[in-house]
């Protein structure tokens, strides 16, 4: 059983996989030049696709999906249909825009996690917690101006 501050260490090698995926927007920048974003972004998830279902596989989680619950599959389904459309937008403004401009833009979504979090999960953030999450709006809206 993990511990309680175990979402920590997991969040902590979120954050490092997110940092590697920043890295990617370079890649992927690179390789956007003369590819469809949204067809780029196909490929991309074929990558993501295929990594997965060998982990899966070969830690032995594969399950059948119609044996979970109806809420758990709406849920991951509605889930996933945002992040497939957080892709085809980050793709779109990579090929339009400045990686080193676009990816840090793209991190409002911390924000907005927060304020989704407190609408409807009822969490309530500590005041430096409201702090942390008012320095990451900032520093996008500081990124958004026009010099």
Avoid at 28 to 37: F, I, N, Q, R, Y
Avoid at 75 to 94: D, E, I, M, N
Wanted: proline residues 4%; glycine residues 8%; hydrophobic residues 60%.
């Amino acid at each position: 059983m993990e511990s309680p501050q175990g979402w920590f260490v997991w969040a902590l090698l979120s954050a490092l996989f997110a940092a590697l995926t920043a890295l990617t927007a370079i890649f992927a920048k690179l390789g956007l030049e003369g590819v469809d974003s949204d067809y780029a972004t196909l490929l991309r998830t074929f990558v993501i696709v295929a990594v997965l279902a060998a982990f899966v596989y070969f830690a032995g989680k594969w399950t059948r999906p119609a044996a979970l619950p109806p809420k758990t599959l709406l849920f991951l389904g509605l889930s996933g249909l945002a992040t497939g459309a957080s892709w085809v937008c980050y793709f779109r403004a990579l090929q339009l825009g400045e990686a080193s401009k676009v990816a840090p833009v793209d991190k409002l979504s911390l924000v907005l996690v927060a304020l989704f979090a407190v609408a409807f999960l009822g969490e309530r953030p500590v005041v430096r917690e409201w702090l942390g999450i008012a320095l990451v709006a900032a520093g996008v809206l500081v990124l958004g101006l026009k010099r």
